[in-house]
């Protein structure tokens, strides 16, 4: 008990000494920049009235489209990364290297990079064979509303998929070691006992193994769900409308620097804040 309280009084002089220099900073910047702060404008770019009507404004959109990018990317690259590490972990050797060139070329590439390469090289390529511009062009209204609120607005569907593709690939790689290192956790038992009662690899992967792994690597799994949100700022460069290409129009016309930075700060802490809670209790959760 008296460790507790001793650690709760650190924790809140941390905190406090943290606020006092966040704001002796910022009374720096006051003083030695000149800067006038005006943060009664920032409300009105996440709600604003049209004709009568309470509407969302530019930072919710590219807040919204935020979340529905790194929610696509992370389905995707737990995908590849949990189908890769069981090919990289198995006894095929060429499945092994391939995983490895994979991983390896990957991650030792600049996203940047990537996303240039996927998006001006390989994403266009593959949407116009593809058709999704012609498919989206000639859709019924009800299709595009659904486009809309799954994905990003119709016009810019073919980037925001060329942008879940680049990012769930890089992403990839990463899960990709982590569920190596997971199915590398697992006894062998665990597989002769599955397969002594006569249950198919397939079957000793989905029921028996992977539940244990992805248990094991909730938390490396959680670090990279955050990355990816951190890493969807990148796409602001091929004009996905996402919170930081939105905040960097603000402040192209409004000249908001400090506030817009500050204010999507706080957007992106308040999303990774969020879901390193949630982890936290649904670990919690499968413990006991």
């Not at 590849?80 to 590439?109: D, P």
């Not at 569907?157 to 899960?175: D, H, K, Q």
């Amino acid at each position: 008990m008296i460790q507790c309280r001793h650690n709760y009084l650190l924790d809140s002089i941390l905190l406090v000494l943290l606020a006092g220099f966040f704001i002796w900073i910022l009374y720096r910047l006051k003083l030695g920049l000149g800067y006038t702060w005006n943060w009664k404008v920032i409300p009105q770019f996440f709600l604003s009235i049209h004709e009568g009507r309470l509407q969302l404004n530019v930072l919710t959109l590219g807040f919204l489209t935020t979340i529905r990018l790194s929610l696509w990317v992370v389905l995707f690259s737990v995908f590849i990364g949990t189908l890769a590490g069981i090919l990289g972990s198995g006894k095929s050797v060429l499945f092994r290297l391939l995983v490895r060139v994979y991983v390896e070329f990957t991650r030792n590439t600049p996203p940047l990079v990537l996303i240039f390469i996927f998006y001006f090289f390989i994403g266009s390529q593959l949407m116009q064979v593809m058709g999704v511009e012609d498919w989206v062009r000639y859709s019924p209204p009800w299709v595009k509303d659904v486009i809309k609120i799954l994905f990003s607005t119709p016009a810019r569907l073919p980037e925001f998929l060329s942008a879940v593709l680049t990012l769930s690939l890089y992403e990839g790689a990463y899960i990709t070691e982590i569920v190596r290192g997971g199915l590398l956790s697992i006894p062998k038992g665990q597989f002769e006992a599955s397969y002594a009662l006569g249950l198919s690899k397939t079957d000793t992967y989905v029921f028996v193994v992977l539940p244990q792994v992805f248990k094991n690597i909730l938390p490396s799994l959680t670090s990279q769900a955050i990355s990816v949100i951190k890493d969807s700022s990148i796409v602001s460069i091929i004009s996905i409308q996402e919170l930081t290409f939105q905040g960097m129009e603000l402040m192209a016309s409004t000249y908001l620097i400090f506030e817009m930075w500050i204010t999507i700060t706080a957007l992106y802490f308040i999303l990774t804040f969020t879901l390193s809670h949630l982890a936290g209790r649904l670990e919690k959760r499968l413990i006991r």
